[in-house]
């Protein structure tokens, strides 16, 4: 066994070895695997190896096609037979809500090149002549999709990865993982000790174990699924006889189950409510091939709605259950990318869907350590979207939610209950009183909006405008007329100071820093490539010290990224602020009146221009004054001690009472922000794009000096950018606009870019849409069409910021 490597993966499973192959194919051939047993023992074993291309997200969507594309490719590389059947893949539909989730998707598939076919329930019998189509509206197929055998496919990467010099140890246990005093890692196994720059946990149900070597808190904890085959059916051995194609994987989604041909019978597998979690504590050391007692009970409404869709699943004896552990995370996404506060340590854990995601994952993990960042943008998968809020009861209760939420409608305003509230600001109970909707964002409650006194407090979740739609209109009314009261406190916060504090943030971000005491600018920290990863609102405190202020989502994230760029000589201090510090944003054109009548300040245009900030009494409290906000109208993010937080939002209420103050929601947020064409961190902002793609001229200055990713991008410039970034009217909507994802076309259907984002304007009185297209048809008065749902909708290009385009109103 060596001594030294370059990285050690450690775990044999299917995503652990499609690691090591990646990294050995972009060349990096002094790479180890140890597997404490045998590869596949843990969970790949008893995978069925379904490889569903069905996606809603853009970026795990092309890591699913990647790795579909990729194991075909692998098997003629290795002359290994990995088991792939191209026999396609039907998903049903019982209502139009599940229709409506299939065309969205069919709209992200067709920017990623996915095909996706629509059926009539008749047409569903050219691919599942068994089936019963009673009660279905309509199923999608895709055509390139189909299932694989995962032993098969981990032995031919095993293969692949030593063809190109790479070792795997099977046998040998890690027992610890520490850091050398020169800032290499050492893994410790029971055959000796392996010195490494990078490591990568990919360790299925030992990922919390692993964690704790490290000092990690993993929010993986594995769930029970089980999976029944059955006897062979005489039908399907007589289908075979007479030379007839295999039926496709078959997926009832209302039903909650998949089903697929096997040996002559079929597989069942549900995903029922009640599936507990496994290795709460941790798998045993001696734990190999493991399976738990089976309970059938649990699955009886699944068996029952498989018997009426497929009567010949009723017909066949039971031939064997399989109960198993499957890695579950809250949001039932995989953790792939960097750890947190430790460098060099990577994890590719959580994968509920690991035989398929497995090839993509362990592709754009290796272009992550080699190059330093993946070619697609990773953030829905990224280990950081948790935090410490992500304890192990709460995982317990997330993770059965997850798994038993599998097939349900991914509405786009989905709001899951489980474990909430959790993280709450001081004026939770006053913004519920006053009709708050809430949602979740990194453990925190949002309001989403509000409703009404006799409105119920409760979102009906659409793909369409829903019955919150009409109410959302009258909260932005109410900010653009009046003025209204946002909670933020869920801002992401923090201080960064010290001698060197200046020139590491001049270094790290794009725009010029702030010049003046109290002064503010929108600043983006670039990837390498030129791409954004981070956003951040900073101010000047001082001569060495400055307050940053991002999204809540983008907390670990963020302040990861700012403390693994630190210098490491004392020169500058990161202190996290967010739990400490309250934000209550104040926006409308009565906005300086009410404020006026509780502060002391001048808060006059003169006193008190746009984009500064200056510490205020708000009634008797203090309070950061920062005049800005993400809704274009007049307005202040008052920045506060938590502890004071309702003694302002009274104050406030009661101020503004004569002038029509209201609360208004994230959701009203939202669609003024469109209007005012602000970009978003995960969807206009992307490391996919340049910053430049992204329409952030204002914001990037290449001559400033050298900053992170300047060169590159300035090279990225002179070789011409793919996409620009564009705000569209579209045109003849009924009930429903786009939400992202969706496809912008020519007139004769060609695909030239996409929806990033989309809602309606109220101010404008128009449906808006964000997008990324081809820059050649991004001139204002450019009419292209957009697909939304069963529509195909004409769009015209508009200016950019068509609600104010002079920013009169946040300067009044």
Same mark, same amino acid.
């Given at each position: 066994m ?54 809603m ?24 037979d ?59 197929r ?77 929010p ?25 194609p ?23 597998g ?29 699955l ?23 109960n ?15 750890a ?6 990577w ?16 592709w ?45 409608t ?21 913004? $519920? ?7 979740? $964002? ?11 006194e ?15 739609f ?8 109410n ?41 503010v600018?929108?600043?983006?920290a670039?990837t ?63 906005s ?38 993400f809704?274009?109208?007049l307005?202040?993010e008052?920045?506060h001690?938590?502890e ?20 208004f ?7 003024m ?27 990037v ?24 970034m ?12 786009a ?49 939304i ?16 385009p002079?920013?009169?109103?946040l300067?009044?």
């Amino acid at each position: 066994m060596k001594s030294h490597a370059r990285v050690v993966v450690i775990g044999g499973g299917v995503v652990g070895v499609s690691t090591l192959y990646h990294l050995a194919k972009k060349g990096w051939s002094d790479v180890v695997l140890v597997e404490r047993k045998e590869l596949t023992s843990g969970s790949t074993w008893h995978a069925a190896g379904l490889l569903p291309l069905f996606n809603m997200s853009y970026s795990v969507g092309q890591i699913h096609k990647y790795s579909v594309k990729f194991y075909q490719e692998l098997q003629e590389e290795t002359g290994m037979d990995v088991g792939f059947r191209n026999v396609s893949n039907i998903r049903l539909a019982s209502n139009q809500d599940r229709m409506d989730e299939f065309r969205q998707y069919a709209g992200v598939a067709s920017t990623i090149g996915v095909q996706v076919d629509f059926l009539t329930p008749e047409q569903v019998l050219d691919y599942w002549p068994m089936a019963n189509i009673e009660g279905l509206v309509g199923a999608i197929r895709h055509p390139q999709d189909g299932y694989i055998q995962p032993a098969d496919l981990t032995q031919a990467l095993a293969r692949g990865a030593r063809d190109r010099g790479a070792e795997i140890y099977r046998n040998t246990a890690v027992t610890a993982i520490s850091r050398s005093d020169d800032g290499l890692w050492i893994v410790s196994t029971d055959k000796g000790d392996i010195t490494c720059e990078h490591v990568v946990s990919a360790t299925g149900n030992f990922a919390r174990k692993t964690g704790e070597m490290v000092g990690l808190n993993i929010p993986v904890i594995p769930v029970e699924h089980q999976y029944i085959v059955t006897e062979a059916h005489p039908d399907i051995q007589a289908r075979h006889r007479d030379g007839k194609p295999e039926m496709g994987v078959l997926r009832e989604s209302e039903g909650q189950w998949y089903m697929r041909e096997e040996a002559g019978g079929l597989i069942l597998g549900p995903y029922e409510k009640g599936a507990p979690v496994c290795y709460l504590d941790g798998p045993s050391d001696d734990s190999e091939y493991e399976l738990f007692q089976e309970d059938l009970e649990r699955l009886e409404p699944h068996i029952e709605s498989a018997m009426n869709r497929v009567p010949a699943f009723g017909e066949s004896g039971v031939k064997r259950v399989y109960n198993g552990a499957i890695a579950y995370t809250p949001d039932g996404n995989p953790i792939v990318g960097p750890a947190w506060n430790l460098p060099n340590f990577w994890l590719n854990e959580g994968h509920s869907f690991g035989i398929t995601a497995a090839g993509g994952a362990g592709w754009q993990l290796a272009e992550w350590i080699v190059d330093g960042e993946p070619t697609i943008d990773m953030l829905g998968v990224d280990p950081r979207r948790y935090g410490s809020y992500a304890t192990k009861s709460y995982l317990k209760v997330k993770n059965e939610e997850a798994y038993a939420n599998v097939f349900v409608t991914h509405f786009p305003d989905e709001e899951r209950t489980e474990a909430r509230p959790l993280r709450t600001a001081p004026c939770y109970d006053r913004l $519920k009183a006053l009709g708050a909707v809430f949602g979740q $964002k990194f453990g925190w409650e949002r309001a989403n909006w509000f409703a009404p006194e006799g409105v119920p407090q409760e979102d009906h979740w659409s793909f369409r405008r829903s019955n919150y739609f009409e109410h959302i209109g009258n909260e932005v009314r109410n900010v653009n007329e009046n003025a209204g009261l946002l909670d933020m406190s869920a801002f992401a916060k923090a201080r960064i100071s010290g001698p060197g504090a200046e020139a590491f943030l001049n270094h790290l971000v794009a725009n010029k820093l702030p010049k003046k005491v109290g002064r503010v600018a929108l600043c983006h920290a670039l990837t390498e490539r030129g791409g954004v990863h981070s956003e951040f609102t900073i101010q000047r405190e001082s001569a060495t010290s400055f307050y940053l202020v991002s999204a809540g989502a983008g907390q670990r994230l963020d302040h990861d990224w700012i403390k693994k760029h630190m210098p490491t000589d004392g020169s500058v201090r990161m202190d996290n602020l967010t739990n400490s510090i309250g934000v209550l944003v104040l926006a409308g054109p009565k906005s300086r009146d009410i404020l006026d009548k509780i502060t002391r300040a001048d808060l006059s245009n003169a006193a008190f221009p746009w984009l500064s900030g200056q510490m205020i009494d708000v009634n008797l409290a203090p309070a950061m004054a920062i005049r800005v906000n993400f809704v274009g109208e007049l307005g202040w993010e008052l920045h506060h001690p938590i502890e004071y937080q309702n003694h302002i939002f009274d104050a406030l209420m009661a101020a503004g009472a004569e002038f029509g103050l209201k609360p208004f929601g994230i959701r009203a947020m939202d669609a003024m922000r469109l209007e005012k064409s602000y970009r978003l961190v995960g969807t206009e902002l992307s490391i996919e794009y340049a910053a430049l793609e992204s329409g952030l001229h204002r914001f990037v200055h290449l001559n400033k000096g050298d900053f992170k990713g300047q060169r590159q991008l300035a090279e990225w410039q002179e070789r011409g950018f793919a996409n620009a970034m564009v705000t569209l009217e579209v045109h003849d909507t009924t009930d429903a606009d786009a939400i992202g994802g969706n496809p912008i076309m020519t007139e004769d259907g060609t695909v030239i870019g996409r929806a990033t984002s989309g809602g309606y304007g109220f101010r404008l009185g128009k449906s808006l849409a964000l997008a990324m297209v081809r820059p050649d048809l991004a001139t204002p008065g450019t009419k292209l069409m957009i697909d939304i749902l069963d529509q195909r909708l004409p769009v015209t290009v508009l200016e950019d910021s068509p609600f104010d385009p002079d920013n009169a109103r946040l300067c009044a």
